[in-house]
């Protein structure tokens, strides 16, 4: 994969399915690397594979089409060029879509009423003055914001607390074929200082489900609960009484609720380490009652909403690399295993007694399944484009064993070819995430460039139990930095693999493991350390999540503090590095990468600093389309000068660099 085969994937969301299971609807999306924009279309799939996938919407980006209960209508959210996410409509017989909503800031997916006769949603309600709400006033012109409370801004969003989150219900009039027949206005039902997410009908269509934080401590917490509304805003009730985070709400017919929630925090509501998320009844006290084993299992789908199917719950699982998907009977049974091995479940629907999910694997972003009668029917080819480009490379599963005789799973991905092949040791942020079974493009671009990757999921990871996830709580940096440095040496007696030629990279968490080992050895050739959390003292005055974040991973002992702080070693640091950062990045702020930076740079080590403009901590995922192809050949341009190969050689004429630096390490010089 070619840094410009950004625009050959095809990244097909969650899908929808009809109330008689006959047609699946999915959004494909796609990067527009000459517009520098992302694009998005609905395809319409039959579950019973008669037909291909075909395209049935023409707008700018719509994603998250939902079918209503009486399978006339598709709502769906479409964003207009430079425009926000609002709702259309677009009737399943034929004809135009009609757009339904205005907001200035956008919407939230569509939840269509048991009737087919109302759509709830969420959207932003900026306060009067602010966000483009006076014409002719920008950003620059606003009145000062007084901060009063811990949880003020978000990554990738900015300011959240003057334009809360809120629950709206739009009637649908019955002469909606009428293209020209006007709409009624939505009307909305909450209001307050809290945010609302994940609206929901109840099965009568009287009520409305949503989750939001309204205790006493909310603002220094992070419990969330499941709260009641009528239909015209009256009798909002709280339905759960937890100390844990619920999501997803959704009503079985006989009105019982489950939720996808990680059942307990803790006493403060804070302890969130390695907490795993798993489907939950909810009693009539509003007790929470896991329907699997949080200490075991994790939900991984990216399904927005809490998948019913008769009497069960579907839910993809994290398992070693994987998303399973499982079916969850509601009575406590056993669960039953749909879909596992070598791939991951992204998006689960349901309807007509058929089962479509979104899969992906290690060539392919995702594509379709059915599953119904017992058989799996592979429905789509969105993979198609990239994979016929030959450049689609396969990983190789292993396991090694730490010093203390810990087991380490991960992957080793290398190019045809006998080798050898320098190496990149890749390193996954969070830390509570897993590396698995899907297309990444951050490794299939650096093996088409003629490197071994090699990636684990060290202690830290999520996708093998909380335990796993909780072994470096207080302890960063020990045992994941043994796991991932024995990975490594396991694989590099690969004779496809050159051991005397490895780099090192990773990105947040990755950026900071990644930063800590080059202080502790030179042995690797350089390093790219991007968008890292490197100090947790100034991270807890900068970041969106510094008030609870360093506190639960690394605790508040000072000494312990500076031992995990991967800034605090990097005056050791002799290792060439590239420190990529993003200029409105509020999960690790820029002022972590600039400090590294200048530390290098001041002592004569090899550096640069790469900066981008107008983007948050996702760039490298959801970023402009020419910034992460821009992102793509610096860091080809970086690993071309200092770990050059046949596929990525460089410049023509060796770059003049420094035969020694003031420290006294010998520089490479590029070839």
């Not at 800590?516 to 350390?529: P, Q």
């Not at 807890?540 to 312990?560: C, H, K, M, N």
């Amino acid at each position: 994969m070619r840094p410009d085969d950004l625009a050959l994937l095809r990244t097909p969301g969650v899908p929808t399915v009809s109330p008689d299971g006959r047609m699946a609807v999915v959004a494909v999306e796609r990067l527009d690397l000459e517009a520098d924009e992302y694009r998005g279309q609905l395809w319409a799939v039959p579950t019973d594979g008669s037909a291909p996938a075909r395209p049935i919407s023409a707008g700018h980006r719509d994603s998250a089409p939902a079918f209503s209960p009486d399978g006339r209508w598709l709502a769906y959210l479409g964003a207009e060029r430079g425009g926000k996410p609002q709702i259309w409509l677009l009737a399943t017989a034929g004809g135009e879509p009609r757009r339904l909503t205005d907001h200035p800031l956008g919407t939230w997916v569509p939840v269509w009423s048991p009737d087919s006769r109302r759509l709830a949603y969420v959207a932003r309600v900026p306060e009067p003055g602010r966000y483009g709400t006076v014409e002719g006033t920008g950003p620059e012109a606003e009145p000062p914001r007084l901060i009063t409370t811990l949880r003020y801004r978000e990554d990738g969003v900015g300011f959240v607390a003057d334009r809360r989150r809120q629950v709206f219900v739009l009637d649908l009039p019955p002469a909606l074929h009428d293209g020209a027949a006007p709409l009624p206005e939505p009307v909305q039902l909450t209001s307050g200082d809290a945010d609302c997410a994940d609206a929901t009908w109840r099965a009568d269509g009287g009520a409305l489900a949503f989750v939001s934080a309204r205790h006493p401590r909310a603002d220094r917490d992070l419990v969330r609960d499941v709260y009641e509304i009528g239909v015209d805003g009256s009798g909002l009730r709280r339905v759960t009484a937890t100390r844990g985070d619920c999501a997803a709400p959704v009503y079985c017919p006989d009105g019982t609720l489950v939720v996808t929630a990680v059942p307990d925090l803790g006493p403060e509501g804070v302890d969130f380490v390695a907490r795993q998320a798993v489907p939950c009844r909810v009693d009539p006290d509003g007790a929470l009652q896991p329907l699997l084993d949080p200490e075991h299992d994790h939900r991984g789908d990216e399904t927005p909403g809490t998948v019913l199917a008769g009497d069960a719950v579907l839910v993809g699982i994290q398992r070693r690399g994987a998303v399973e998907l499982l079916r969850v009977p509601l009575d406590g049974a056993a669960p039953e295993v749909l879909v596992d091995g070598r791939f991951t479940v992204r998006g689960i629907a349901a309807g007509g007694g058929v089962v479509v999910a979104t899969v992906a694997h290690d060539r392919s972003a995702g594509e379709l399944i059915a599953l119904a009668g017992g058989g799996r029917r592979l429905l789509t080819a969105f993979g198609r484009p990239l994979g016929a480009t030959g450049r689609v490379h396969r990983m190789r599963e292993r396991t090694a064993t730490a010093p203390d005789g810990y087991p380490v799973h991960g992957w080793v991905t290398a190019p045809a070819g006998p080798g050898p092949h320098p190496v990149l040791l890749l390193i996954h942020g969070g830390p509570f995430a897993q590396y698995g079974w899907t297309l990444f493009d951050e490794t299939q671009v650096l093996v088409s460039a003629g490197y071994a990757v090699v990636q684990c999921n060290p202690r830290g990871s999520s996708g093998y139990g909380a335990a796993h996830g909780r072994a470096i709580r207080g302890a960063l940096g020990t045992v994941d930095a043994d796991d991932v440095l024995a990975f490594l040496d396991a694989a590099l007696p690969d004779p496809v693999l050159d051991a005397e030629r490895v780099g090192i990279l990773g990105g947040s968490y990755g950026g900071y493991l990644t930063t800590l080992l080059i202080g502790r050895t030179s042995r690797f050739a350089a390093a790219i350390s991007e968008r890292a959390f490197l100090d947790p003292v100034s991270f807890v005055g900068s970041s969106d999540i510094g008030w609870v974040f360093p506190d639960q991973y690394v605790g508040i002992d000072p000494t312990r503090i500076a031992a995990q702080s991967a800034l605090a070693g990097a005056g050791a640091i002799t290792t060439p590095t590239l420190v990529v950062h993003s200029e409105e990045d509020w999960r690790c702020p820029v002022e972590q990468g600039a400090r590294l930076y200048v530390e290098l740079k001041r002592r004569g080590v090899p550096s640069e600093l790469l900066l981008f403009p107008g983007e948050g901590h996702e760039l490298s995922r959801s970023g402009r389309p020419r910034h992460r192809l821009a992102r793509f050949e610096h860091v080809l341009r970086w690993w071309a000068r200092w770990l050059p190969t046949p596929s990525n050689p460089g410049p023509a004429e060796a770059e003049a660099v420094e035969s020694e630096h003031p420290i006294g390490r010998t520089a490479r010089v590029a070839q």
